[in-house]
């Protein structure tokens, strides 16, 4: 006999005895599917199957995150089976039961209590659910993204011992489920008057659904659909692809122009309560698009429908797309049904394959050889047709992200030139009037940004993301007033639109106003309360007002979210102020992989090495790697308020004040009043010994708002710590 620590699953087919009685041989089939599917989830977590019992499957894994991987994927694979299967059909589903613990064994029989607790956990779970005991739910929770409910103590025939339960359903865990328990318990618990209190209960639920108005459900009274990429199901997927991408960016471009409709992009860290999905095949020169509108809560299916067409009537069947999925959207949010128009700009079926090659590799992740590729395509739509206008605001748009991933200054001066012919062919192009003010924006060109704006706003007043341009434009021309003027006006006239609070926010963040930064992302997280970028900055806020607790608090919700640049290179600050430089410097050194030409970010990771032991070597290989990325940067605009500040402050850290002077005064010439500016101000105070200067710039500084929390933690200000009237000055504020 030995003994193991093991974790055990329990799994049979819901309704198996009924669907045998039906028709045995279908049956039969679906079994052999059934153990295809869990044999290949368990291999792939090094699990062991110890015996198939009829329906019933009972496998063992070493650890508990392998048995709840397996579980999870297991689920997932059969609602994918269930999904392509001919509807007709009966569906494969399944139960499954998990717990961990000591384990006797003999000739590959399992002896105890934990095999029995492990087998009596399994008929808990509902169809597509993973009943798991405590035990292995404590060992995964921190890795666990699953919709969880916690079931609490459950009677389990014949086991002594209590065993607390949770139900892990990747489906999401809908109202019928919850009920469903809630109907178990009070079964359990009150015996006789289980059924007219449990009826009473659902009623009470029931009306409270029906009755308590949308706008109390955070995020939903907004009109957000967010639409994922639309999956290729084609056989020869890589030679495909393209098509998917393509109507997915159309599909989005065109519902944008529905009136009180918000449209979000899936994957880009903000999500909405209605979920559009879809896939394309294509049969020779026959193409198939599929949909489905979800609520994202529960994962409940609102609609789908498919679409027939030839693929020379790409732009007819993309029409027809939009047209029946906007209908839907107009019912569920009670919206006017106004049909999008359709956004084609060209005839030329050949060229609008290579565009939509183009744009799929344009979608990708931002690499060297996608960029290329994308260029390439949309080259290509060109030479089929010249007057391709979206052809050419997508290369703008392409050697921009080429500029900015490489930093070579001709591929800069490239999109400029495609920016233009695009606005010669269509001086309306939305897309290419925001690359175009966007480039005049990155050199320094603000006047002819708003120039170009203004001239939009003139035949659009309603535009407003070009009234966003127009504000954040002000703002970097250091004219906060007119740009909150203009976001505040935008807020009057869609207070749904959380971009709006955003932009707004992000001034008042800029300028140091971190109340009001606050309040406008809290009013960000009221629309869409899984909002990426809004955590982030909320965390900044928090983390700029001392309020460390706080911030942390949020830069870890973002994380979970999205593990970005962002995310890490905040996590890393805070880390930093903490005094953890080992771990800030873990924390900035995977951003820099994300991100390895943002110069702050490197000039952060510097820092994080020069103040940790033995790393001095490092921190100036990292500061000079600064310095060439910031430089880069004043290529295209010498005055860029950042590249300023990140030289100043590398020359400081290398003690080179006199080398940092220049730098220090351009950024004081561009943004006098800006905290940073101010902060980079004391810093080179410090290192000349200017002592009564810097306590002077350390009043501005705490006039601006900055943190005294954040300047007492500033292991760069050790100096100035230890002047005996440093705490006195921080008291007075």
Known sequence: MEHRH?????????????LMGRDQVQTIAMLEDYRRILIEQIDK?????????????????????????????????????????????????????????????????????????????????IADGICVSDRVYQAVKSELHEPVLALGVLPLKNIQSKVRGYLIRPLG???????????????EKLGAYRYPIAASIFMLIAAGIYFVPRWLVPGYDANYVEIADFQMLSNDQNNNSYLSSGISDA?????????????????????????????????????????????????????????????????ILQ???????????????????????????????????????????????????????AI????????????????????????????????????????????????????????????????????????????????????????????????????????????????????QRHPKDFVNYKDLARIYLDNGNLEEAIANYKKVLEITPQNNAALNNLGIAYYYLGELKQARKYFELATRLIQGPGAYGNLGSLNYFLGDYDKAAE????????????????????????NTNGKSGLAEESYNKAIALAKEIQLVNPEDSDANITLALSYLALHNPEQAKPYLRKAELGAPDYPEVIYVRLRYHIATGNFSEAFATLSELLDAGYSKAILERDPDLVALHNQPDFKTLLAHY
């Open 587 to 610: 924390q900035f050194k995977i951003a820099l992989a994300m991100s390895p030409t943002d110069a702050l970010l490197q000039l952060n990771y510097a820092d994080s090495l020069r």
């Open 251 to 315: 599909v989005r471009a065109q519902l944008a122009d529905m009136k009180d409709l918000y449209v979000l992009k899936a994957g880009e860290g903000v999500q909405a309560p209605i979920v559009l999905t879809g896939s394309v095949q294509r049969f020779g020169d026959n193409l198939r698009v599929s949909y489905q509108i979800k609520r994202r809560d529960g994962d409940v299916q609102i609609t789908g429908g498919k679409l027939d067409g030839k693929y020379n009537e790409i732009f």
């Open 376 to 491: 390439k395509y949309f080259t290509t739509a060109l030479v089929h047709d010249n007057e391709y206008v979206d052809a050419e605001a997508a290369l703008c748009e392409a050697y921009k992200t080429k500029y900015v991933n490489l930093g070579d200054v001709s591929w800069f001066n490239s999109a400029k030139q495609h920016c233009e012919l695009a606005l010669k062919l269509d001086p309306t192009h939305t897309g290419a009037i925001r690359t175009m003010a966007a480039i005049h924006r990155q050199s320094g060109e603000y006047d002819q940004a708003i120039q170009l704006i203004d001239q939009v706003l003139a035949r659009e007043p309603d535009n407003t993301p070009a009234a966003r341009l127009l504000a954040l434009t002000y703002h970097d021309t250091n004219e906060s007033a007119k740009a909150i003027g203009i976001l505040e006006d935008c807020i």
């Open 45 to 125: 977590q090094q699990g062991t199957v110890v015996e198939f019992i009829g329906d019933a499957v009972f496998a063992r894994f070493d650890t508990p995150i392998a048995g709840v991987t397996a579980a999870i994927e297991i689920q997932k694979a059969l609602f994918s089976f269930n999904h392509f299967r001919d509807k007709n059909l009966p569906q494969l589903q399944t139960r499954i039961g998990l717990h961990c613990g000591e384990v006797a064994t003999k000739n590959e029989a399992f002896f105890g209590d934990d095999v029995n607790i492990a087998a009596r956990l399994e008929p808990i779970a």
């Open 173 to 187: 865990i809908t109202l019928r489920i919850r009920g469903h328990y809630l109907n178990r318990r009070v079964k």
């Open 319 to 373: 029409d027809r797309l939009v047209g029946e999925i906007a209908k839907y959207l107009a019912d569920e949010f009670a919206i006017p049904n106004f049909r999008p128009a359709r956004l084609d700009t060209t005839s030329d079926i050949l060229a609008y394959e290579y565009y939509m090659r183009g744009t799929d590799y344009q979608n990708r992740p931002s690499t060297q050889t996608n960029n290329d590729e």
């Open 6 to 18: 093991l974790t055990l699953m329990f799994t049979d087919i819901v309704g198996y005895s009924r």
